[in-house]
C-alpha cells in the first residue's frame, strides 16, 4: 500500500538532502540524475546504455518532471529520468525513465500504471523503450568512406561506423552510439548539414540493424 501522506510533500523529494539528485535541462529535456557513483563499472556501462529504460506517455502539460520522478521513486531507486519540454517549460506528453537497478524493468511496468492511477494520471501510459542507438546515413554516391568517416567525427560523437556499399560507388552507412540519448543528437545534428554528405543524402534511425 502506497502512503497517501506522499501528497502532503510541500518540496519535490529531490531537494531532501537524504537523497542526492540533480536537475537541469538541456535544450527540450529536462534531466534528474541520481548522483550516486557506481562502483559496478558493468552496472553503469548498462545505464550508459539506457538498459531498463521505460517509456512514459500520456503526461499532462501541467505535469512536472519532479512529479514523475516523485511517483516512480515509490517503486524503487532511480536513475534517470530524461522529460521532454516545449520551448515554454511545458511536458511534451512523453519521458524516459531508468531505476538503478536494470532488471527492476518488468516489475515496474506492471505496477507503474497502478501507481499513476492512484495518484489519478489515469491517462498516463508505459512501456519498454525502443532504445534506438543506430541511425543510417543513405544516399552516399562517389565520396570515399574516409572522407565520410573523417567528416563524421569532426560532427558528432559515436561508437563505430559500418559501412556498406549497396552498388558501385553508391553506399550508406550505419552508425552506432553508445546510447539513445547520444543517437538523438547526433541525428539533429546530422540533419543540419546533410547536404555535405551530397544531395542524396538522408538520415534514418536504423530500426532491423
Known amino acids: 500500500m502506497i502512503a497517501n501522506s506522499f501528497d502532503s510533500f510541500d518540496r519535490s523529494i529531490f531537494e531532501c538532502q537524504l537523497i542526492s539528485y540533480t536537475s537541469y535541462q538541456k535544450n527540450g529535456t529536462k534531466y534528474i540524475k541520481s548522483r550516486k557513483m557506481l562502483d559496478d563499472k558493468l552496472l553503469q556501462q548498462q545505464l550508459n546504455s539506457c ?10 502539460r501541467e505535469t512536472r518532471a519532479e512529479r514523475i520522478a516523485e511517483i516512480a521513486s515509490l517503486l524503487g531507486e532511480l536513475y534517470l529520468l530524461r522529460f521532454k519540454v516545449d520551448y515554454s517549460g511545458k511536458s511534451r506528453g512523453f ?8 532488471n527492476f524493468m518488468p516489475t515496474a511496468l506492471i505496477q ?12 498516463i501510459r ?6 534506438r542507438c543506430k541511425l543510417l546515413l543513405k544516399g552516399i554516391c562517389c565520396m570515399p568512406p574516409e572522407i565520410v568517416f573523417d567528416m563524421l567525427k ?6 563505430k561506423l559500418v559501412g556498406r556499399e549497396i552498388y558501385p560507388g553508391y553506399f550508406e552507412y550505419q552508425i552506432l552510439f553508445s546510447c539513445n540519448v547520444e543517437a538523438v543528437y547526433a541525428r539533429r545534428d546530422l540533419l543540419r ?5 551530397g544531395r542524396n543524402a538522408t538520415v534514418l534511425w536504423d530500426r532491423y540493424g
Open 51 to 60: 538498459a531498463g529504460e521505460i517509456f512514459i506517455t500520456g503526461i499532462s
Open 95 to 102: 519521458a524516459y525513465l531508468q531505476y538503478i537497478d536494470p
Open 112 to 123: 507503474l500504471p497502478l501507481l499513476f492511477r492512484q495518484y489519478k494520471y489515469t491517462k
Open 126 to 131: 508505459v512501456r519498454q523503450s525502443s532504445n
Open 154 to 159: 569532426q560532427s558528432i560523437k559515436f561508437d
Open 193 to 197: 548539414s546533410i547536404r555535405k554528405f
